[in-house]
């Protein structure tokens, strides 16, 4: 049976699927082209596999798994699946499956780089360093904002947005959450469940780790941001489209927040070029899961999944 795999990846994918005795070809489906360009690509790629491990920049639409007429599973090297068309997967009788719990830990650690970045003018420093700027430590140079004793109001408190809960209490932090459900893990660890209105009100730096569903598409658009505490920070590992990135850079341009950390954006790689020359703002490009043990395991229950699934056993991580 074949495997295709729509991007280079650590290589413990490929070995783990030749193991299993199964073919495997690497095709570089890329991103940087249309939606429908995208498409027709995937489906070159694609067409006659039984399996597929993809990456979250490929566009896995209903033209796609309708092309792709053998394929039982769709493995995603991602936690996320807004790429892949679910219920068109469904419909088509495609298991699709995702990487969960790998990347907890390596995308908390980005948020409070964010979030220590942004609150602590990091960039800032290094380019005063690095262009010459430092003459020498004054009372009034380059001061931020303290972490200790203010709120944090996490967006959405699945294991990501526990694991930063965890780390930011260490830092001293309040946490409060809005989310559908009480998550009684955060709770046993200090984190109060209130209303979405009243954690915008109230948080001094807000961090999202909601999934990218219909629901939560712009949640953070320009009446949440005008409900912002003058002076929030707000950060964004989770998807770009959670927040209204245009609004987001009024808001930040009028002053109502102190700054902003985002790893994700709304239609990447396309960054709004008004967030470029922004000093409060840190941006990085779409890091969450990248480091070298995360990466490997991605790429490993990637390749597990699609081994599960190929022998006619339960794939470990199916969505939905
Ligand atoms: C990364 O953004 C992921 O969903 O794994």
Known sequence: ??????????????????????EVAIDEVG??????????????????????ITVLTNPITATV???????????????????I??????????????????????????TMALLLAVT?????????????????????????????????GIIGMGRIGRAVAIRARAFGMEIVYFSRSRADEAESSGARRIGFDDLLETSDVI???????????????????????????????????IVDERALVDALENNLLGGAGLDVYEDEPRVEPRLITMKNV????????????????????????????LSGRQALNQVG
């Open 282 to 309: 840190v941006l990085l490009p779409h890091l969450g899961s990248a480091t070298v043990e995360t990466r490997n395991e991605m790429a490993s229950m990637a390749a597990r999944n699609v081994i599960a699934v």
């Open 120 to 152: 602590r003018r990091v960039l800032e420093g290094d380019s005063m360093v690095r262009g010459g700027g430092f003459e020498g430590w004054h009372p009034l140079m380059l001061l931020g904002s303290s972490l200790s004793g203010k709120r944090l």
């Open 65 to 83: 798994l309708a092309a792709c007429n053998q394929l039982q599973v769709v493995a995603n090297c991602a936690v996320g699946t807004n790429n």
């Open 85 to 110: 068309d679910l219920a068109a997967a469904r419909a088509g009788n495609i298991v699709v499956t995702n990487t969960p719990g790998v990347l907890t830990e390596a995308t908390a650690e980005l």
């Open 1 to 22: 049976m074949r495997v295709v795999i729509t991007s280079r990846m650590p290589a413990v994918a490929e070995e783990l699927l030749r193991a299993a005795r199964l």
């Open 31 to 52: 991103h940087d082209a249309s939606e429908e360009r995208l498409e027709e690509r995937l489906i070159a790629a694609m067409a006659g596999a039984d399996a597929a």
């Open 207 to 241: 961090s999202i780790h909601a999934p990218l569903t219909p629901d939560t598409h712009h949640l953070v658009a320009a009446a949440a941001l005008a409900k912002m505490k003058r002076g929030c920070f707000l950060i964004n590992t989770a998807r770009g489209p």
